[in-house]
């Protein structure tokens, strides 16, 4: 086994959500949340943040009572509510939802944390004015803080259609002067099970660029499986890799990589011009040290949703990287 430089670990401490119960996974709740809890077990559980779950199922968590009984660490969720196009539909039953979680967890012998939640934008709020959107935020932190200790944080996916550039600098816009800024994120798709659900690599290039220069925090979900960027022929599309985009994310910060070299990065496919060394990481003649790797993975770039945390430890192995 190689040695694991400072710099491989400071970039990929807590940086994957796991969430087996999506594609192509598939995996029941209680194969999925299993697999979570014995996970952090693991010796490779300082890479593991939260485990993705859908609201809907707080009421299985009760066969886990015993389990979680002897469960020492807090139990991290990334919640993800009912979704609805309409704005209105989906407030009622998030508040319906977080207050049977609430109850459900308060019920556990475990601790849970419920600060965290990422779900897509509802339809309706698309085109609507500042005013009705901040009124759907305003109500979504209310419903949220209902305890004093919760302090909840929402990533928020947009719709991806033909004019992106001027909808993703609308809703950038909106995250980033919305008035408590400080409870909202961006989340970024990368991925999916058909070629059309990857994004093309300037859009997530753009992605990345308008969230540092907004200083608004990003999370990365779906297809990032592996390290490396490739192409896949199953699929006939490339796939992105977790070096590739949470690595132009990291430089990004700290660096103000330009659009073009945001581009080349994320579909960078050498792992020779990667490099993990205890001062740090590199790509090509870009330098980023351990403290710089840490400020930019606490304040602005979240980590990754994946439905294998198997996946990309054994790939790292294979690369003789720990």
Known sequence: MSKLRSGLKYFMTRIIDYAGMFPPAKLSFLDAFSNYLNYQKDSDSWMLER??????????????????????KPIKLSILPQYDDSDLVFLENFKHDFEQLTLA???????????FFEFKLPKELAEANQNR???????????ATTHPHYKPQFFIEMSIGSDWKYSMNRFTNLLTYYPQAKHLGFKLRCGGITSDTFPE??????AIHLCREKALPIKFTAGL?????????????????????LGAAVLSYSHLLSLNELEEMITEERIDHFSFADQG???????VNTEQIK????NFCMGYG?????????????????
């Not at 690599?201 to 753009?206: D, H, L, M, T």
């Not at 592996?226 to 985009?245: D, E, Q, V, W």
């Open 295 to 298: 400020q930019a993975r606490e």
């Open 281 to 287: 990481m590199k790509w090509r003649d870009y330098v």
């Open 225 to 245: 499986h592996h390290p490396l960027s490739h192409f896949n022929s199953s699929l006939n599309t490339r796939m992105y890799g977790f070096f590739n985009i």
């Open 51 to 72: 485990f993705v779950f859908p609201i809907t199922k707080q009421n299985e968590l009760a066969p886990f009572s015993t389990e979680l009984f002897s469960h020492k």
């Open 201 to 206: 690599a300037f859009i997530v290039a753009n």
């Open 105 to 115: 967890t308060k019920m556990s012998p475990a601790r849970f944390d419920l600060n």
């Open 133 to 143: 959107v901040y009124h759907f935020f305003d109500e979504l932190v209310s419903i």
């Open 306 to 322: 994946s439905c294998s945390f198997d996946e990309p430890r054994q790939d790292l192995r294979s690369l003789q990287l720990m």
